[in-house]
């Protein structure tokens, strides 16, 4: 959706793209509770500029759906196995909703024995992760969260892809401000990062990925199209994927990232994977002014010059479209309002 030449000359409400997100959901064979969940999610994406997740994945969710890959009317099966542990079986369906589900099991679990897992199995993540960890930390808790994906990243040295992108995100409370949230992918750059690039013909930078052939490229084109991504950070980056990949992909009961196979389903994007959500109450591990704490390494870290917080933009960006409206384009705007059905 995002093409060359565009600019943000629109503005909308959260409410009002949540709900032309969700008409959206809804037309294309989503049950309500579901598309009220990833309305949310992506408009929240959109929202607070995390572009590669927000309406930029609108025609990918909705032609996932009409491939009948994925199942929007899926109602997750939740399990508490023993006081800590939760599995969920998604059911094809959209790991979010199953999440939302399972969430009153995972603050039982958490209030009762100072720690959660919940395990997710047979979902698809299409969105970014902090939306799933940063309303565990407002509750005062540490979220940490793993996804596995689409086999688009090689291991280090590699040359086929074996290795989703692989996200890692977690969320701790910080005391008098917003929860300090990192979320990023294991691979050098995100997926919907490249696509983005690739919309607008800009080169990746050196290092991001190779082509079908195994060679180092600044084509994103040439990375869509049958090369792959490098895990961040070289041999220890990619071990970090490796890690993702157990955790979401096999300690879930879950489908590994090369196992992915869309054959049948023209169309179909969204990954079938894996998650892995571990929730901790700080007050369990003996730090009795956890939150504070927080505040003053936050703190150091600015004083040590680091520029920002993770997360620090997309609160700015947030409290600014509190204030003035979401930036959206007219154009893609247009086009949302088409996929919702609604007359020009
Ligand atoms: P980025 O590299 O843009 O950002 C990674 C993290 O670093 C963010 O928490 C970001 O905060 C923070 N950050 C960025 N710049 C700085 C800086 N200068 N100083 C301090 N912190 C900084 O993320 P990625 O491109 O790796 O990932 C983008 C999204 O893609 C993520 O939300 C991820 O969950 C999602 N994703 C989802 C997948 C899936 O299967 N569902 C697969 C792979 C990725 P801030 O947010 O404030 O910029």
Redesign the pocket.
Known sequence: MIEKGETQDARISFHALKSLLRTIFVNNGTVAETADILAENCAACER???L??GIFRMPGYVDSLKSGWVDGLAVPETTRLGPSFIRIDARNGFAQRALAVADPLIRNAVRETGIAIAAIRNSH??????PDVEPLALSGYMAITV???LANVVPHGGRQAVY????I?FAVPVENAPPL?????T?V?????VRLHALADKPVPDGTGIDREGNPTNDPHAILAGGALNTFGGYKGSSIALFVEILAGAITGGQFSFENDFTGFPGAQT?K?GQLLIVIDPNWGGSTNFESRLARLCTQLVDAG??????????TNRVAAKQSGIPIAQDKLQRLRTLAGEAP
């Not at 949230?181 to 992918?185: K, L, R, T």
């Not at 750059?189 to 990062?193: F, K, R, T």
């Open positions: 607070d500029g995390a590669s997740h993540h299409f969105s970014a992760l902090w996804v596995n994906g989703g992108t692989n996200p995100a949230v990192v979320d990023q992918a691979s750059m995100a997926n919907g990062e990954p994977a680091q520029d920002r917080l993770p997360g620090a933009r997309r609160f």
